[in-house]
């Protein structure tokens, strides 16, 4: 059944229409593909939009769809909705019969209990999927099926999946949404059209929020923050809790960098030993980490220009100047090994520790 | 909105719509009712997005609108009303439905009747056939169980109507079991079109149908997406599954070796007797054809079970049996089913050897045919 689609930006900061005709902001090329696609009729039976959370896949999901159901007919070009008809509409606040959504969020609210986890899109909804898919359109020419979170996908539910990539119904437009398409099937991402979304300009994003209202300096610091992901930019323009609950994991990641040894070690300790309850957190802590080690190189060598957590560069200026840039390069080295590492099942603790042991003593050398 | 009519006529319509409300579904608006006026009527509708049920009302209207609220708690609400008048009022650009019957009244949380599907209506440009409702239903309770249950080929899970000439067929099938039903339509059509209804929409057609007289008219979309049946006031809605059905033509005998006929009665009992021991293994029954002794004398043919655990069970029909001496085993359960749907009176079963399909037809009656695959008969 049709549901809103939940990875889509619902804030009070909405994207407006971008320069490539579609409120998708970046992806120009992905964008220019599929309106031509759609305009010449020849639109593929699946594809498969792969990007990092929040970087606009749903979004531009929601238009292609959007591209597809239009029902304006005077449209001077077929490839750009409208947004006003009766179909753009219901299909922006995720109420269009004919476009469904399946992901972790519709199974969890379709599930027998409630409460219960949803980590991984089930065999039980693949195969719900296959059954509404069977089904001719209710009020469009066609049917959109998006499948958010493919990639949680187990092997079952994925060869599963692949039965109804085989032998899709004609008027069908199957839209895989995944994280990381290497998590899917070789089998499944080769009978899909694989859409690449990479992370978009910062420049962009900070543009993209200017448009819809944001001022210019918040525009600024939200889009280095976002990482070349204008879906949490808007998340995060319009919820100031997100942007706060950065900053503060920024501020903790830079205590931590400052610490000594001791207190470095004491903290590796303590997030080695969260990993196992809270590993999506720890690995985000990481990826600050990363970050900010990341800038204090870059203010080493003199290129502030590239900074993502600009509002502490005073704060890391004072840090990085104390160590040469061959450390800084050592501590951005171990950091990547420790997040190698713990993807591949290092026990969490040894790897923080080894990490926290390469970095460059907080003694300052002068 | 301002519309009143009777009680009596709204808890009706609700009641019979109800039957296509959503009760677990992602999209809250299908466990709405919709409430709109609609050419000096009421029109009330509901869908779960596989059928959709509309019926229209009598009401006198002062005020044209659209609503869609809770169906369940509509329904709840009207029928414990007395039997008068009831006013339906919506406040303009508001979605809320206030419900009164003299000093009972209700307000009603609802949601805008733009987010409802638009459920299509039964018009000229669509292809229409006209069939009477008892035969129509007599021919979807013959046809519909033999559909598939599980999901795996979509196909399967629904009821292939073909509309051909003056002839409408209706083809279920589930990979082991394939019923086949014709019927005559009230005129011909100009072309030949087949639909896939889903077996669920098929049976809730079916209860639709229920004792009407009158002849109903079934119409598919121009875009061939849903079947519309307009039976009295009510029109039904089923949407069709995309695909292919397979060419079940091909799957029925021309021809039989052996032919058995017996009392249906006599050898549906036989075959329930012996599905009880069958429960324990795979539900096997077997049938043993055996000619009369001398030209005159009637066959029988014997129906039994075992299970190494349970025990054993025979029974015996008499038959007339032309051909060979056959036997063959079936699952019992298909055979219950398709005696149950089979008027009393004489059946045939043909046989083509033990690992050929077998047929079961009414006698005497054209246009039924139903073919069951045979189980495995081991050595025993």
Redesign the interface.
């Known amino acids: ?3 809103p689609p939940s990875g889509a930006v619902k804030t009070a900061v909405a994207p407006t229409r971008s320069p490539n005709g579609w409120p998708v902001w970046g992806h120009d090329v992905v964008v220019a593909k599929l309106r031509h696609s759609v305009a010449s009729g020849r639109v593929a039976h699946a594809y498969l939009f792969a990007g990092p959370d929040g970087v606009g896949k749903t979004t531009l999901a929601v238009s292609f769809a959007q591209a597809l159901c239009c029902q304006d007919g005077t449209r001077p070009d077929p490839g750009l909705p409208c947004g006003t008809c ?1 179909a753009c ?2 299909i922006a ?1 995720g ?1 269009h ?1 004919d476009v469904e959504t399946f992901g972790l969020a ?1 199974q969890a ?2 599930a027998e209990k409630s409460g219960g986890k949803h980590l991984s899109l089930s065999i039980e909804t693949v ?1 719900r999927l ?2 509404a ?7 469009a ?1 066609r049917r959109i099926v998006l499948v958010e979170d493919a990639e949680t996908m187990q092997g079952v539910a994925q060869e599963a999946l692949l ?1 109804t990539l085989e032998e899709p ?4 437009v199957l839209v895989l949404l995944a994280d990381d398409a290497e998590a899917l099937l070789p089998t499944i991402r080769s009978r899909c059209r694989l859409v690449d979304l990479r992370p978009v300009s910062r420049a962009t994003v900070a543009l993209a929020l200017v448009e819809s209202g944001v001022a210019q300096e918040q525009a600024a610091e939200i889009a280095a923050l976002a990482g070349g992901r204008p879906g949490w930019a808007f998340r995060a323009a319009g919820d100031p809790a997100l942007l706060e609950g950065r900053r503060a994991a920024v501020d903790r990641a830079l205590g931590w960098i400052a610490g000594s040894t001791y207190d470095r070690l004491v903290a590796a300790v303590r997030l080695g030993d969260a990993f196992q309850k809270r590993r999506a957190e720890v690995f985000a802590d990481l990826d600050t980490l990363l970050g900010v080690w990341r800038d204090a190189l870059l203010l080493r060598a003199n290129l502030p220009h590239y900074l993502t957590y600009r509002g502490h560069a005073e704060r890391l200026d004072g840090l990085a100047r104390g160590w040469d840039l061959d450390a800084l390069h050592r501590a951005v080295c171990a950091v990547q090994t420790c997040l190698s590492d713990l993807e591949a099942n290092v026990r969490p603790r040894l790897a923080i520790e080894a990490m926290v042991l390469q970095w460059p003593t907080s003694s300052p050398q002068r | 909105m301002k519309v009143s009519c009777l009680q009596e006529n709204l808890q009706r319509a609700l009641a019979q719509v109800s039957r296509a409300v ?1 009760t ?4 809250p ?2 466990g709405n009712v919709l409430l709109a006026t609609d050419d000096g009527r009421l029109r009330v509708a509901a869908t779960n ?2 059928i959709g049920i509309t019926t229209w009302i009598g009401a006198s209207i002062e005020e044209e609108g659209k609503v869609t609220v809770d169906a369940r708690l509509l329904a709840e609400f009207v029928n414990t009303l007395p039997n008068a008048p009831v006013t339906l009022r919506v406040e303009p650009a508001k979605f809320s439905l206030n419900v009164q019957s003299g000093r009972d009244k209700a307000g009603i949380n609802g949601v805008d009747a ?2 409802f ?2 459920i299509p209506r039964l018009e000229g440009d669509a292809y229409v056939a006209t069939v009477d409702p008892q035969v129509l239903r007599d021919m979807i309770s013959q046809v519909e169980f033999a559909a598939a249950t599980d ?2 080929r ?2 399967l ?1 629904g009821v292939l109507a073909r509309f051909e000439g003056q002839r409408l067929t209706l083809a279920a099938a589930d990979g082991f079991r394939l019923a086949v039903r014709e019927g005559e339509l009230a005129e011909p059509v100009p072309d030949r079109l087949d639909a896939i209804v ?1 077996a669920r929409a098929m049976r809730e057609l079916a209860r639709i149908l229920g004792d009407q007289t009158e002849p109903v008219r079934l119409a598919i979309t121009p ?4 079947l519309l049946v307009r039976v009295g006031e009510t029109e039904f809605l089923s ?5 292919t059905f397979p060419d079940y033509k091909q799957i029925i005998p021309k021809e039989f070796a052996t032919r058995l006929e017996m009392g249906r009665d006599a050898f549906l009992n036989a075959v329930r007797r012996a599905s009880y021991f069958a429960r324990d293994n795979n539900d096997v029954v077997r049938i043993e054809a055996r000619a009369g002794e001398e030209e005159f004398t009637p066959g029988s043919i014997e129906v039994s079970a075992n299970a190494a655990e349970r025990g054993s069970s025979q029974s015996f029909v008499d038959a007339s049996v032309s051909g060979p001496e056959a036997q063959i085993a079936f699952n019992s359960r298909y055979l219950v089913d398709v005696l149950g749907v089979l008027r009393n009176g004489q059946v045939l079963i043909g046989v083509n050897g033990s690992n050929q399909a077998g047929v079961v037809q009414p006698v005497g009656l054209e246009g039924y045919t139903h073919v069951i695959m045979p189980m495995v008969i081991g050595a025993n």
Do not use: W
């Open positions: 059944m049709a549901r009766l509409r219901k606040r109420v019969p519709a609210a379709l195969r296959a059954s898919t069977a089904l001719r359109p209710m009020e020419g039965k119904p004609s008027s069908v | 959503a677990k579904t992602s999209l608006v299908l997005l596989e733009e987010d599907p638009v999901e795996s979509p196909v899970a889903p875009n061939q997406s849903q949407r069709l599954i995309d695909g």
